[in-house]
């Protein structure tokens, strides 16, 4: 056990020297099963069971029995379940097909709860009491996961053993100190889940009116309409609405361009600010390049972007885009007709797309811009009723995007605080 440097930020009041020590000389390592997922259920049996792909995905760095679900062994009576959990123990992911194997958890509120843990799982117990919360977030900070990186083994599926984990070093201040600090991350995490809670529902919420405001299988009216409205939809070919154009190739020397018309990849649309329009892009190219390359850019605005090749088809993005632009090869365009349909609306109506229907056979998926255009989808004759209908989505469609981002700023907020609060 040695003395380590204190933390860039801490608590008002703690000025002792933090220690340092390796995990295998502070804990016990207890037994853990191997029932597969098809082995669980969610249904009440008495013994709940900790999934190792549940502490990678879904369960927090404290993890409540009372508060989070947590399956249970479908037949209890199995034996070699291993050892029963307890407050403070502290569960490990030993394999991930990433770098995120480690990832853990802290058991916290198991009280007559009886509670295991199961394949590809790694649990340590302390011999000493530690703040409620604080390996759990201790333990996930890159200043301890950073240590298991170069010991982890493997290469589709990535692992750590026992040894490994045992070898690394956790830092720790007073218990006092331990007691802030994890109370402090616990009610940050309850702040970023229940914006998740939030964002969830109005997820659920556009959802829901998607189905009831657009008319389903051979319907010609939906079974919600805003106002007065009361004309049958009508069907109508994409090609009739507008105009939908491949993009070009985009040779590696061409690239790296930081001004003029941009040129969108699909990586563009992972930018930061481009969750619904694009407003910027990775590349973009000058008026002699499009003129000596022959580029023809779409400047029939307003337009909806999308992948039309690969893996990407079957993420269903779609962005708007509102500036002159080009496309790579492995995208498509569609121009909007402003004379036929609302831009909101026509925006809304492509999110219910799915362009994966029309991926051709062969090794690569892919479709073409005539199938696009060949593409029916139902419209209300009323323009001011697609106007209405446009608007709602939009309104919902800017709650959903500020409550993404805010939680993606209280994620980045943890994330500094997690590497500046801990040594």
């Not at 390049?289 to 580029?295: A, L, M, N, S, T």
């Not at 708007?320 to 349909?341: A, C, K, R, T």
């Not at 062969?362 to 199938?371: E, Y």
Request: aromatic fraction near 8%; charged fraction near 20%.
């Amino acid at each position: 056990m040695t003395k380590a440097k204190s933390p860039e930020i801490r608590f008002e009041g703690f000025d002792q020297e933090w220690t340092t020590q390796n995990i295998g000389k502070g804990v016990t390592f207890l037994r853990h099963n191997s029932l597969s997922r098809a082995q669980l259920t969610y249904h009440d049996t008495g013994v709940q069971n900790i999934h190792y792909g549940d502490i990678l995905i879904k369960f927090g760095s404290v993890l409540n029995p009372l508060v989070d679900t947590i399956p249970f062994v479908r037949d209890p009576s199995t034996s070699n379940l291993g050892d029963l959990l307890q407050d403070g123990d502290v569960v490990f992911a030993d394999a991930a097909e990433d770098s995120t194997v480690g990832k853990c958890t802290e058991i916290r509120g198991s009280i007559n709860k009886k509670l295991v843990a199961g394949l590809h799982t790694i649990t340590a117990r302390p011999t000493k009491a530690f703040g409620e919360g604080y390996l759990g977030h201790a333990l996930n900070a890159d200043t301890f996961h950073d240590q298991l990186v170069p010991l982890m083994q493997g290469t589709k599926v990535s692992s750590i053993s026992t040894s490994a984990l045992s070898s690394c070093k956790v830092s720790f201040p007073e218990i006092d100190e331990q007691q802030e600090i994890g109370s402090f991350f616990s009610n940050l995490d309850d702040t970023i889940a229940a914006h998740r809670k939030k964002l969830a529902k109005l997820q659920q919420t556009k959802t829901s009116l998607l189905q009831q405001m657009f008319p389903q299988g051979d319907a010609v009216e939906p079974e919600l309409r805003i106002g007065v409205f009361t004309e049958p939809w009508k069907a109508m070919e994409l090609g009739q609405l507008g105009k939908a154009r491949a993009g070009v190739g985009f040779p590696d020397m061409e690239q790296g361009g930081g001004s003029g018309i941009p040129f969108y990849k699909v990586s563009d649309m992972n930018l930061p600010g481009n969750e619904r329009e694009m407003v910027k892009a990775n590349n973009y190219v000058s008026t002699e390049q499009i003129e000596r390359r022959h580029w023809r850019p779409i400047f029939d605005l307003p337009a909806v972007v999308f992948a039309k090749v690969g893996a990407a088809v079957y993420l269903g993005r779609k962005r708007m885009v509102h500036e002159p632009f080009l496309v790579d090869n492995n995208m498509i365009g569609y121009s909007i007709n402003l004379d036929e349909w609302d831009v909101e609306f026509a925006r809304t109506v492509f999110e219910t797309l799915d362009f994966s229907a029309l991926v051709q056979t062969g090794a690569l998926p892919s479709f073409n811009p005539s199938a696009v255009e060949e593409m029916s989808v139902m419209v209300p004759p009323s323009i001011d009723e697609q106007r209405a209908i446009g608007e709602l989505f939009g309104q919902l469609d800017d709650l959903i995007t500020g409550e993404q981002l805010y939680v993606e700023k209280l994620r980045q907020v943890k994330a500094s605080l997690l590497h500046k609060m801990f040594v």
